[in-house]
């Protein structure tokens, strides 16, 4: 691969990443952060989603053993939205859009992120997206079901309590709008946009960080942050209702290893944003829709050097100074504790 600057095409969406191998050698390497690390207690009386405690608005969090789904109590989207559509002049344009926001409590335990969990417990974990997925995603409204989790304050994590969220919603969001006629552009081709994608990075290599007979975990050629990573069931399929249960085993053994190894690489608890993207819920078939899960962590060289999306990544295109090759190699190297 280019050893000099160099731009990706990103297949999934149809951008345009450059990389910038060479700026790795400049004497200034990013604002520091602090890393310190508070200890955790595996049960805070002031936290609103460990087992027995307050909530907003008087609501009381059950004394729950497992998972806990509750409708987010500040939720961005709402069922009870009026239909209504603005446009002046094809110029200001604006329409209502309904939704539902939950919350999903990984395990009473204040302490255990979903990496430090037994592989059994993420597995529960993952048959309450599927379950989920099938409830809101059967609502003849909702089009989009979105997993996905912020971990950690620099991400902007509100409470260190392990849990995610589901966000389900009237229209395809952009970036399944993107996926969608990229994966469908190929299906109508006669293959898997991403089953083909898969073949081509187990036949080189170079990115995959770690992989089973069900799935594989890997850098994206054309990722955008520095320790971005993609996970992909190996085979076809469209959301988690379609695994079974080996190959729902094997997506938890997955997460808590990948997990794992983001906070083996500089020592911290490693914040990311993960997402699952699942076939759309609107009532088409979408056969080419292959599952996937995106982690995204900011961190760049260090526990306290970040990646800024700034400037020109605002202005023009995304940016990265670490090659995907690069990052893979020291995923692969890192020890699973």
């Known amino acids: 691969m280019f050893d000099t600057t160099h731009r990706r095409l990103n297949r999934l969406t149809g951008e345009w990443v450059l990389v910038s191998p060479h700026r790795t050698a400049r004497p200034w390497q990013g604002q520091v952060e602090d890393a310190r690390v508070p200890e955790l207690p595996a049960y805070d009386p002031e936290c609103y989603l460990c087992p027995g405690n307050e909530r907003a608005g008087g609501h009381r969090t059950p004394a729950y053993d497992g998972t806990f789904v509750f409708d987010n109590d500040f939720a961005a989207l709402t069922p009870g939205v009026a239909q209504a559509v603005s446009d002046r002049g094809g110029l200001l344009v604006a329409e209502s859009e309904r939704?539902?926001?939950r919350v999903v409590c990984y395990s009473p335990r204040h302490d255990l992120p979903l990496g430090q969990l037994p592989v059994e417990r993420i597995r529960a974990v993952m048959d309450t997206w599927a379950d989920q997925y099938t409830e809101l995603g059967g609502?003849?409204?909702?089009?989009?079901?979105?997993?996905?989790?912020?971990?950690?304050?620099?991400?902007?994590?509100?409470?260190?309590?392990?849990?995610?969220?589901?966000?389900?919603?009237?229209?395809?969001?952009?970036?399944?709008?993107?996926?969608?006629?990229?994966?469908?552009?190929?299906a109508a081709a006669g293959s898997c946009l991403l089953c083909d994608y898969l073949a081509v990075e187990e036949a080189d290599g170079?990115?995959?960080?770690?992989?089973?007979?069900?799935?594989?975990?890997?850098?994206?050629?054309?990722?955008?942050?520095?320790?971005?990573?993609?996970?992909?069931?190996?085979?076809?399929?469209?959301?988690?209702?379609?695994?079974?249960?080996?190959?729902?085993?094997?997506?938890?053994?997955?997460?808590?290893?990948?997990?794992?190894?983001?906070?083996?690489?500089?020592?911290?608890?490693?914040?990311?944003?993960?997402?699952?993207?699942?076939?759309p819920t609107d009532g088409g078939a979408h056969p080419?829709?292959?599952?996937?899960g995106h982690f995204y962590p900011p961190l760049l060289r260090s526990a306290t050097v970040r990646k800024f999306m700034v400037g020109y990544e605002l202005l023009a295109q995304p940016q990265r100074d670490i090659t995907p090759e690069s990052a893979a190699e020291r995923l692969r190297a890192a020890v699973e504790r």
Do not use: K
Not at 157 to 179: C, D, F, K, M, Y
Not at 288 to 292: A, F, K, M, T
């Open 288 to 292: 080419g829709w292959h599952l996937h």
């Open 99 to 101: 939704g539902v926001c």
């Open 139 to 186: 609502l003849d409204w909702v089009s989009w079901v979105q997993v996905f989790e912020n971990r950690g304050a620099a991400m902007g994590a509100s409470n260190p309590h392990p849990h995610g969220q589901i966000w389900a919603e009237e229209r395809l969001p952009t970036e399944a709008v993107r996926e969608l006629a990229a994966q469908e552009s190929a």
């Open 206 to 279: 170079a990115r995959i960080v770690l992989q089973d007979e069900h799935v594989t975990v890997l850098v994206p050629f054309w990722a955008v942050w520095p320790f971005e990573t993609l996970v992909l069931p190996r085979g076809h399929c469209g959301a988690l209702p379609d695994l079974d249960g080996a190959r729902r085993d094997a997506l938890a053994d997955a997460l808590r290893r990948l997990s794992r190894r983001y906070d083996s690489l500089f020592g911290v608890p490693f914040p990311y944003t993960m997402g699952l993207h699942q076939r």
